[in-house]
């Protein structure tokens, strides 16, 4: 089985777009997606209903739980805080329904997918560092768990001590335990605008990244018409 691990579309159609055919291409049988379909960009419904569409497991990330309520918990910042208010205006009844009732946590098959991090994950703490990751392999039962929330890609490993890594490809030794971030379809921050993802294939035991360009051009367009902000435009072309 060969799996797409998707992460933080943010409403990025094109992005989207792009790395499902790219996953199709290098015959994944199977998609997981690690929440934040939405927030930032300006195709939250689209968004939806291609990820529903693929019929994936999936969990819930904190702008999927925010665009859900009927106003915000006053966790985001002001620019955060404008894109998630009109990702509410511009999504169904039944798109925040199903985006409500996301599971913060799953295991799929022998791996755990989280949006953020296993010890607490609907306060959505990040994981950048060593010391953070520690904290979820406390709770991670299976030796391979998925994750996404700081948009940008890395792999933690426990032996006898946690370990920090670039993915590339990362094979899945036994006896050991990996906390991977995938990066983000739809808003990477690592300093690299092409859209971000893993192939993690299960029977060969190797987590590949794969990083892919789209139609920049058309993603910053829609979010200029639509009138969100700005900057959320100019981000996408730096990777920030």
């Known amino acids: 089985m060969r799996f797409a691990i998707i992460s933080d579309v943010h409403a990025n159609l094109e992005a989207l777009e792009a790395v499902t055919a790219d996953a199709q291409d290098n015959k994944c049988t199977h998609f997981v997606c690690l929440g934040d379909v939405v927030g930032y960009n300006a195709n939250p419904h689209e968004c939806v209903d291609r990820v529903r569409g ?41 798109d925040k329904g199903w985006l409500r009732n996301l599971e913060l946590q799953r295991d799929v098959g022998d791996f755990t997918i989280v ?18 990751a520690a904290a979820s392999f406390a709770h991670q039962q299976r030796s391979v768990c998925f994750f996404g929330h700081t948009h940008v890609p890395m792999a933690f490993i426990r032996d006898d001590v946690v370990q920090r890594q670039l993915i590339d490809k990362l094979r899945i030794d036994p006896g050991k335990k990996y906390f991977i ?29 794969r990083r892919l360009k789209y139609d920049l051009a058309t993603a910053q367009k829609k979010i200029i018409d639509a009138g969100l902000p700005r900057l959320l435009a100019e981000r996408l072309a730096v990777g920030r």
């Open 181 to 209: 971030n995938v990066g983000s379809v739809g808003q990477p921050r690592d300093g690299d605008w092409r859209s971000a993802y893993c192939i993690y294939d299960v029977d060969g035991h190797i987590v590949e990244q």
């Open 54 to 94: 693929l019929d994936c497991p999936i969990v819930k990330g904190n702008h999927d739980e925010q665009a859900s309520l009927v106003e915000s918990s006053r966790d985001f910042n002001e620019m955060a805080e404008a894109a998630i208010q009109w990702t509410r205006d511009n999504l169904t009844t039944d």
């Open 115 to 132: 949006h953020a991090t296993l010890d607490m994950p609907g306060q959505w703490g990040y994981v950048f560092n060593n010391l953070d």
